[in-house]
């Protein structure tokens, strides 16, 4: 039977798995979270309303950049350390087959700007992150991510697929997920204690979400094993989890057409051409593949799931996150949510930085815990089906 949590208006908490009973704990209530960060809503998932023919989103063309850089102090830079133990599979750290971890080494940045923690000289890694960048990231956008989980005690391995594998979907993008794959195999054989090996995904916006899914394909038919050391996943601005061609035309021009370098009208001439091109390579093999792929994203998540969107999310509409977040949960999955109400498209580290960092803390948290009884949960992200937490709570 559902009940309202305690101040909470019209959110509704289901119950959980018994096998999480000990996780169970509800949400404590304090005094909004102090800098400039925007309050997330808390709401009941409600199934996504219908506008799309096909799928039922009703995204426009976003004049916001998601590739743009960063311009609050919350997100700067820092120095990078070097560490010869953080290395590539082949030892270069640069990015082979889209992959790169020379973010491996430990970055000095202070908790006020990046919400990390320096992380104590000799300690052992957590486990490794693998961080699926979103259509027409690089690098230097990603920097903030591999700072934040190295700064907490974790691995950082970034891949990123060209655009040109994103619309292919051929056999250059399976040998980059392959290779992924492999260097992950790798370094659980290599791991101090190769059964304590754990294993985390962030993935950004649709592209990052299905290649996400291609990892997970590639760990199911090369590295089976690996599975059972996956200890959650999060998701930051996906997903829209039905092939449709207004999600795909609005990502392709948010990563293509930067906001100053073009006007409005010829935005949205080229989204309207860009809508017509998708429509028809969504009917071919390429609509067929994405389908597969967040069928096995359906069926093997079955470890803890954090989604973290917004209302003012162009691209992806947060009905759609939503409605899969349901989904999930109707699977018996723990699954939780971050919803924002203004950051744009995977733009909510860097509008909300203290929010959204304190988050990801508590997620990891609950996700060790599952996993290794002697850790302590986080007290804050309750364990319900589906839940959406507010930053008052973290």
């Not at 891949?159 to 992950?184: D, H, I, K, S």
């Not at 079955?302 to 917004?310: A, E, G, V």
């Not at 609950?366 to 319900?384: E, F, I, K, Y």
């Amino acid at each position: 039977m559902a009940t309202p949590l305690p101040g909470s208006g019209s959110l509704m908490l289901s119950g959980t798995c018994d096998r999480h009973s000990a996780l169970r704990h509800q949400t404590r209530s304090r005094s909004s979270v102090a800098g400039a960060q925007e309050p997330v809503l808390r709401l009941t998932v409600r199934p996504p309303s219908v506008s799309c023919q096909t799928c039922g989103a009703s995204n426009t063309p976003s004049d916001s950049h998601s590739g743009s850089a960063p311009s609050s102090s919350q997100c700067r830079a820092g120095p990078s350390g070097n560490s010869g133990a953080n290395r590539d599979i082949n030892g270069s750290g640069d990015v082979i087959n889209g992959v790169s971890d020379d973010a491996l080494q430990p970055q000095q940045r202070s908790d006020s700007q990046s919400g990390g923690r320096t992380p104590v000289a000799g300690s052992e890694p957590v486990g490794t992150v693998v961080i699926c960048g979103w259509l027409g990231s690089n690098k230097r956008y990603l920097k903030r991510y591999q700072d934040w989980w190295t700064q907490n005690g974790w691995e950082p391995v970034v891949f990123m697929m060209p655009m040109r594998g994103a619309l292919t979907l051929g056999a250059t993008a399976q040998e980059r997920v392959e290779a992924l794959v492999m260097q992950l195999a790798a370094r659980k054989t290599a791991w101090k204690t190769p059964k304590d090996f754990r294993l985390l995904f962030h993935c950004f916006s649709n592209t990052g979400w299905y290649t996400f899914g291609a990892v997970m394909e590639g760990l199911l038919k090369h590295a089976a094993m690996l599975l059972q050391h996956v200890i959650g996943s999060v998701v930051d601005s996906a997903p829209h989890a039905e092939p449709c061609a207004k999600v795909w035309a609005s990502g392709f021009a948010t990563a293509l057409l930067p906001r100053r370098a073009s006007t409005s009208e010829f935005r949205q001439n080229v989204y309207a051409w860009m809508e017509c091109f998708f429509e028809q390579w969504l009917k071919g093999s390429p609509g067929v593949r994405l389908q597969q792929l967040a069928a096995v994203l359906q069926k093997y998540q079955t470890f803890p799931q954090l989604y973290i969107y917004s209302e003012s999310d162009h691209v992806v509409p947060h009905t759609s996150v939503e409605a899969f977040m349901e989904g999930q949960s109707k699977l018996g999955r723990i699954v939780s949510g971050m919803r924002f109400q203004s950051s744009p498209h995977v733009d909510h580290f860097r509008n909300n930085t203290l929010a959204y960092t304190e988050g990801l803390r508590h997620f990891v948290a609950d996700a060790l815990a599952l996993t290794d009884p002697s850790r302590p949960s986080s007290g804050v992200m309750p364990h319900l089906h589906p839940t959406i937490c507010i930053p008052e709570a973290l």
